[in-house]
């Protein structure tokens, strides 16, 4: 709906916008619950942010203009980590697929990426492996020790998002 020309961004429509989203796939819940005790971490916060980065893995293509990736939208040098020597800017990096996704790559230059599922690639698209290292960040920025907003503005620093997450993650706890 457009109001004196811009999106209608009211309360009111985002609640009901809320109201008809789809909930947790059961399929994932298991998923969820796996990774964030991996990690010490609310399974529910996982399940929000899946939900919020890319509707619990239903984007098409699971790749965003600014160049995040995978089923949790990591940015390349978070997911492989930000001492590869191409990581700047925004974190969209030039980093080769095979180091992208090699374990030993991310713990050499400190990234956040999980070979989850153990078969020896840790890859943002598979969803096992995006979901234990999601859980690692959200981990490591507060969220094991409580502090869910910190975590989640690491993560993505726009208020929006947080407000977001949050509402799922309220939502998931109910």
Known sequence: MLVSGKADDSPLKKFAQHMFEPEVPEDYIPLYQEAANAYDIPWTLLAAHHRVETKFSTMDPLLSPAGAEGHLQ??????????????????KGDIDDSEKTDPIAIQKYGGYGVDGNKDGVADPYN??????????????????????????STYN?????VEDVLFYYNKYEE
């Open 74 to 91: 990591f940015m390349p040098c978070t997911f492989v980590g930000w001492s590869h020597p191409t990581c700047t800017g925004l974190g």
């Open 157 to 161: 620093h726009s208020e929006e998002y």
């Open 127 to 152: 969803l096992k492996d995006a979901l234990y290292s999601a859980a690692n960040y959200l981990s490591q920025s507060g969220a094991s020790q409580g502090n869910l907003e910190q975590a989640i």
